[in-house]
């Protein structure tokens, strides 16, 4: 389950109005052309996606276990939680229109802050790819949606993800029990970033 980061910042009212605001009616093609929200249309594809070990595995934000019941009340869920203001459930589509990738934005209005968690698929990951849309993905966070804080965990051995987020400019604030749906508690490395800090996409 996502938890909001450990820096608690000072939110205005409005300011957390049009943050909620902003999930609520987000193009998500704005950030990229292949982005759409997850809808119940999605939920095969999804789960194909994420019954591979190799996309799901590193992954606590996701329904556990993996089936197609559960993956079908999470995009349900998520896209209640959208109606107010608070998740973006993405799906990433190829030329070929099959999902190629998704990432979940959990949004805390009043606290300007979002988590960002994803996946590619497994003949797309370590070339590159995962990198490019994360840079572009928070960007997009801090820019179009409007927080002001974001925070990352990682499984403790997510080289690729610690790496990514470290050349992001992430600033590594220890560690995070993470709890994931069943219960089940992971170790996690953690880092936050804050708009002011952040220095765009690609810097
Ligand atoms: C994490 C993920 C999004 C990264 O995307 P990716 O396209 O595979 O990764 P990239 O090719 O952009 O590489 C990211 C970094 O890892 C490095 N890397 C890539 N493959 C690697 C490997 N097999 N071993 C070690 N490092 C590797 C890259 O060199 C790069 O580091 P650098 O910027 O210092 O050069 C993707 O691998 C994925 O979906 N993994 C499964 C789910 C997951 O872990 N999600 C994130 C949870 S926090």
């Known amino acids: 389950m996502s938890a909001p980061p450990k820096t608690v910042l000072d939110v205005p009212a409005a300011e957390a109005e049009a943050i909620r605001h902003a999930v609520r009616n987000i193009d998500p093609t704005t950030l990229d052309g292949g982005r759409r929200l997850a809808c ?5 594809a999804l789960l194909d996606l994420l019954s591979d070990p190799r996309v ?6 996701l329904p556990r276990p993996i089936n197609a019941d559960t993956v079908a009340a999470w995009v349900a869920r998520c896209q209640g939680e959208r109606e107010r203001g608070e998740t973006l459930l993405l799906v990433n589509r190829d030329a070929e229109g099959q999902v190629s ?6 949004v805390w209005p009043e606290r300007s ?17 995962g990198g490019a849309g994360a840079w572009r993905t928070i960007d997009w966070m801090f820019e ?3 927080v002001r804080l974001i925070c990352l965990t990682a499984a403790m051995d997510n080289i690729r993800s610690a790496r990514l987020i470290e050349a992001m400019g992430f600033v590594r604030m220890g560690d995070r029990d993470a709890v994931a749906e069943d219960g089940t508690v992971r170790p996690s490395l953690y880092w936050e970033m ?4 952040w220095r765009g996409p690609g810097a």
Not at 40 to 44: A, G, H, I, L, Q
Not at 115 to 129: C, K, T, W
């Open 194 to 197: 804050s708009r002011d800090a």
């Open 56 to 61: 799901s595995g590193p992954i606590y934000d």
């Open 101 to 106: 990738g998704y990432s979940k934005i959990s």
């Open 144 to 146: 179009t949606l409007g």
């Open 40 to 44: 119940p249309d999605d939920v095969e």
């Open 113 to 129: 802050a979002a988590e960002l968690a994803g996946a590619i698929r497994a003949d797309r990951q370590s070339a590159g790819q």
